[in-house]
Nanobody
Framework: QVQLVESGGGLVQSGGSLRLACAAS??????????MGWYRQAPGLQRELVAT???????NYADSVKGRFTISRDNAKNSVYLQMSSLKPEDTAVYYC???????????????WGQGTQVTVSS
């Protein structure tokens, strides 16, 4: 099992910055963690991808955050981070950490989600 603990959300003014962190713990091999990432969900909307990063460091960003957000990970710490800059009111949402874990016996990937952290950007 994988447990995810997020931190770093809060209230910030438009144009400000925040850094989210997510640490994975539990009974797993660090090398079994595949893609890690961040998703967000605003009130009344579906959860959407913000950014993902593979174990090798390849990244993918939503168009709405390109150039403003940077995702990174520390494989030794089983952690993923999201540096958010030039924040806008439309970035307001609950941000969820995501981790994929490879199950080698079946070559399938199990999905794990954090509890979510609120990010509020005031205008």
């Amino acid at each position: 099992q994988v447990q995810l603990v997020e931190s770093g959300g809060g209230l910030v003014q438009s144009g400000g910055s925040l850094r989210l962190a997510c640490a994975a713990s539990g009974t797993f091999s660090s090398t079994s963690l595949t893609t890690m990432g961040w998703y967000r969900q605003a009130p009344g909307l579906q959860r959407e991808l913000v950014a993902t990063i593979t174990r090798g460091g390849s990244t993918n960003y939503a168009d709405s955050v390109k150039g403003r957000f940077t995702i990174s990970r520390d494989n030794a710490k089983n952690s993923v981070y999201l540096q958010m800059s030039s924040l806008k009111p439309e970035d307001t949402a609950v941000y969820y950490c995501y981790v994929g874990r490879l199950v080698r016996s079946s070559m399938s990937v199990n999905d794990y989600w954090g509890q979510g952290t609120q990010v509020t950007v005031s205008s």
